[in-house]
């Protein structure tokens, strides 16, 4: 069945949504895993004292919401590719929950925002550990990455000591070639100072969720009213007519003048069918 006017465009408004958050879905989800499995680092997740590690926290909460959020697109593209209104209930499900967890933490993080500093900056402390020990590229990426948002350098900052000092950003004055702000300092801070930006974005995405499931309602609803209502064929000028019934001609009669005895043979002719003619 097709929907038209706003289903339709809530229909291309879920399609995109869920291709952005199947993105970012594999994005954790892969991340997650290979901080998991990776040769370099799946040994500390066998030492039970670092179980409550911000690190250990860190990749399962990773894993957990690549998990989610795949498990959530897949109702959501099922549904409105395919206008399946079970599948939409379920995706919206899905979505309130989301959204209101959005809503929950974006709190949580802003009223304990020293607290999610330190563990964020102990988080960045395991990673430079294992880098230092095991020099892995990829984490060496996650760290360049780190570095040139926060524009920070390492555990100490000074670069002429720094170990890690090749995945430290450019230093913008003459002062930053001797020293730079440390990261572990540096995201304490920031996550300090820009709280209420950090609990906008997790408004902000509540929101966005919030909008996605009004969408969600809207198709379910035209999907329901398309289903329900009946059929109908509008006949029109250049609808094919059936021509008018023809009488039956009366039966004929064959006589033989060659053989004048001979009963005359009498024939029936067959009924007429009414054929559809096309108009010109």
């Keep these: 069945m097709a929907v038209d006017g706003c289903g339709l465009v809530c229909k291309y408004i879920l399609i995109i949504f869920n291709i952005i958050f199947a993105v970012v879905g594999v994005a954790f989800l892969g991340l997650g895993l290979w901080l998991r499995f990776s040769v370099n680092t799946r040994g500390i997740f066998g030492i039970d004292a670092l179980n409550s590690s911000a690190f250990v926290i860190g990749v399962t909460v990773l894993i957990v919401l690549g998990l989610i959020m795949l498990i959530v697109v897949t109702f959501g593209d099922y549904g409105a590719c395919n206008e399946k209104k079970c599948a939409l209930q379920v995706f919206s499900i899905l979505v309130f929950f989301l959204a209101v967890a959005e809503f929950v933490v974006g709190g949580l993080a802003y009223s304990n925002r020293n607290t999610v500093g330190l563990r964020l900056g102990e988080f960045y402390v395991s990673l430079y550990s294992l880098y230092v020990s095991s020099l892995d590229p990829a984490i060496g990426v996650t760290l360049t990455f780190i570095h040139n948002s926060l524009h920070c350098c390492g555990m100490t900052g000074v670069q002429l000591i720094e170990v890690v000092k090749q995945t430290c950003p450019k230093p913008d004055g003459i002062l930053e070639h001797i020293y730079m702000s440390n990261c572990p300092t ?95």
Aim: aromatic content about 6%; hydrophobic content about 40%; charged content about 5%.
């Design 186 to 280: 540096t995201i304490v801070n920031v996550f300090d100072s820009r709280a209420p930006l950090v609990m906008g974005i997790f408004i902000g995405t509540g929101a966005l969720l919030i909008i996605t499931l009004i969408c969600s309602g809207v198709l379910s609803s035209q999907i329901q009213q398309a289903s329900s209502s009946p059929q109908y064929i509008i006949l029109s000028s250049s609808t094919p007519s059936l021509a008018p019934p023809q009488p039956y001609p009366q039966q004929v009669t064959v006589t033989n003048s060659s053989y004048p005895d001979q009963d005359p043979v009498v024939f029936t002719p067959l009924p007429v069918v009414n054929i559809p003619v096309a108009q010109a």
